[in-house]
């Protein structure tokens, strides 16, 4: 299938430090988008890269994307306890015509101790 | 303030009883999705709708309903046909049903359904 799979499926570090977290995916893509959810929450979208890009910043927040190895990474810099969430990565499938279909992964937990 | 409601946050369903799950949105989108997540899971897509009056089956549409009839609302109903519905669900909508669009989805904050 095309689902973008998270790594690693927990991480646990301390405030301050950086986390990074991966998506692998299988077929082409038009972009990738990263999501943050809090428990019991909606997802709440962080930031897009398209295909034709490499690298995106936004905030303490910095993707980049490797069409040739199918993966993308999120770093998170100085993390603080509120970052504590789970991230998931959705792909789009490389189609401008195709419906707006994103395939999650199963999420990276992200536990940011104070 | 723009966003999308969904309700009720908590929802009970006895044996054989159909449930509605309401979502609402006053962002103007066309598109708007149903995903269910389970526990440690993503998400999985139930139904979509690309503009009003339309929608298409998912990839788990069974034992789903859906309807369009107001561009701001896509209502899903649990039928007594789905045997496992305890779930979390989530609703979502975004300005673009195109992929070439390039446009992210905005969500609700779910409704858990549970089986009594």
């Known amino acids: 299938s095309q689902q973008g799979e998270e790594d690693p499926q927990a991480l646990s570090i301390q405030e301050g430090e950086n986390a990074t977290m991966n998506c692998s995916y299988k077929?082409?893509?038009?972009?990738l988008q990263w999501y943050r959810q809090n428990s019991g929450r909606g997802l709440v979208h962080l930031i897009l890269?398209?295909?034709?890009?490499r690298e995106k910043h936004s905030g303490r927040l910095r993707v980049t994307l490797d069409t040739s190895k199918k993966s993308s990474s999120l770093l998170i810099t100085a993390s603080r306890a509120a970052d504590t969430a789970s991230y998931f990565c959705?792909?789009?499938?490389?189609?401008?015509?195709?419906?707006?279909?994103?395939?999650f992964g199963s999420g990276t937990k992200l536990n940011v101790k104070p | 303030d723009g966003g999308i409601t969904q309700s009720p946050k908590y929802l009970f369903r006895k044996e054989g009883q159909n449930v509605t799950l309401s979502c609402e949105q006053n962002l103007n989108h066309d598109a708007m999705y149903w995903y269910r997540q389970d526990p440690g899971q993503g998400l999985r897509l139930i139904y979509y709708s690309q503009i009003v009056n339309d929608f298409q089956k998912g990839d788990i549409a069974e034992g789903y309903s859906v309807s369009r009839e107001k561009k701001e609302s896509f209502p899903l109903t649990v039928t007594s046909a789905q045997k496992n519905p305890t779930a979390f669900y989530l609703c979502?909508?975004?300005?673009?049903?195109?992929?070439?669009?390039?446009?992210?989805?905005?969500f609700g904050d779910g409704t858990r359904l549970s089986i009594l």
């Open positions: 959705a792909t789009a499938l490389d189609n401008s015509y195709n419906f707006n279909k994103f395939y």
């Open positions: 890269i398209r295909s034709n890009e």
């Open positions: 979502a909508s975004s300005i673009s049903h195109l992929a070439g669009d390039n446009q992210p989805q905005h």
């Open positions: 077929t082409s893509i038009n972009n």
